[in-house]
């Protein structure tokens, strides 16, 4: 095989300007790199090179929950045993289009995260296709897991609280994820590697969400029997939970390290583990904290009375969007099982990804039960605990339709300028939805 430069240079096709040149449908564009600042058109004939700048965009940030990917999936691959079902709903190919003509004009952004990437590793369809087709949509943007979120709000939260000043939150977007560059061109070649499971992922992840999903019947039953506990108590209680696992958590890994050196110290043959030595995440949060306070000068015998005193400051935890959000959404769902919901749900995933990504999105697309909840809320609920300071939209099935306006909405607030930059690019049919994606994929992956 022999690659030329003309290989990497395709149309649409122009006169060359180089007038010693002059060829008709040689002047190309040179293949370029996502996230570039500028374009290249080079004559394939003669070599001319011109460069175009790319003006800055500003994209809106739509988070897609995992049903959705799931279902386009279903509609794409028509071999899929759900795809005649999906097809046969006239909304998702339309979604998929204009979903396609939003992020190919540059209007929207979809970022993935890892709770895409769990819960397609644990799903009943084929892992890669599902990375293939979120980070299509995501261009490779990333958001940063729930605990991350947490650990930094908290964090600034606690500083503020020490000095007894007001903490005023940006919630920038830029700021949770792992590429700053949301806002980005996302043109060009982009390349993806890795992102299948490590060794004893998938099983540690199946153990996890079992485990969770006991727990939740547990406590759906002490719902449904505590009737008398009214919504903002609930949202209270729930807030004081959250200090409380995170102090167990710290103190449960402790003691199981312990255990486990003692043993290894003793020569009981014991079988390494991983959990017995890697703390938990949400270990980060109770670290973040106690650097603030030891960055304040605090005495090592202060700090955990203090921190222990931070936590149980309901008032001041509730300023935390995080907190805030998770705790309302929780008290959401102790609020349906108290009027007589049966079923349990069987993670909190919904409940983590909302509680991080919502004030920072421009819009969300999640399941029903959890659009009521951010949306319908009881009789004399506080103002503040009703989330209306957050302007995110909250698209659901129930209101499907509006979603698909939405995404009419941005792209025709789009300048004319990007519109003439995309078609010199790529041609008129820049927004032509990719049909093939995942048939593409597949045939790929067996060359490999």
Known sequence: MTITRRDFISGPYKIC????????????????????????RECYRCGHQQDFALPEIKKKIVY????????????????HSSHMRIKSDPFWETLFVKLERACKSQAIVCPDSFYHRDESLTGNIDFRSMKRLYEHFSSGKTLYPS?????????????????????????????????????????????????????????????????????????????????????????REETLAMGKGLVAAAKQFA??????????????????????????MTNDVIESIVRVARTKKMPEEQIPTTIIKYFTDVDALLEVPQIRISSVMFAGWAHRAANGKKD???????????????????????????????TLFPKNTPEHLRLREFSAKIFSLNNRDKF????DQVVAEIPEEQISILKDMSGDDYAEPYWTIIEHDKAERELR
């Open 147 to 235: 605990v991350v979120i947490e650990r930094n709000q908290v964090e600034q939260h606690f500083e503020g609280w020490l000095e007894s000043r007001k903490v005023v939150f940006t919630l920038e977007p830029e700021d949770i994820a792992f590429d700053r560059s949301l806002h980005s061109w996302s043109v060009g070649l982009r390349v993806s590697v890795g992102g299948g499971p490590h060794l004893g992922q998938l099983e540690s992840l199946q153990r996890s969400n079992a485990s969770t999903k006991e727990q939740l019947k547990h406590v759906w039953a002490r719902w449904q029997a505590e009737k008398s506990v009214n919504f903002t108590e609930r949202v």
């Open 404 to 407: 698909l306006e939405y995404l």
């Open 64 to 79: 897609l929950d995992q049903f959705v990917v799931s279902n386009l999936i279903k509609l794409l691959d028509k071999s």
């Open 344 to 374: 349990a749900p069987k993670s909190t995933t919904d409940v983590q990804f909302i509680s991080s990504y919502l004030p920072y999105c421009d819009a969300l697309f999640v399941d029903k039960e959890s659009a009521e909840i951010l």
């Open 255 to 280: 003691e199981r390290r312990a255990a486990a050196v003692s043993k290894m110290a003793r020569g009981e043959g014991y079988e390494m583990d991983l959990d017995d030595f890697l703390p938990p």
């Open 17 to 40: 300007p180089n007038q010693e040149c002059a060829t008709d449908n040689t002047f190309g564009v040179f293949m370029s790199i996502e996230g570039a600042r500028a374009y290249t």
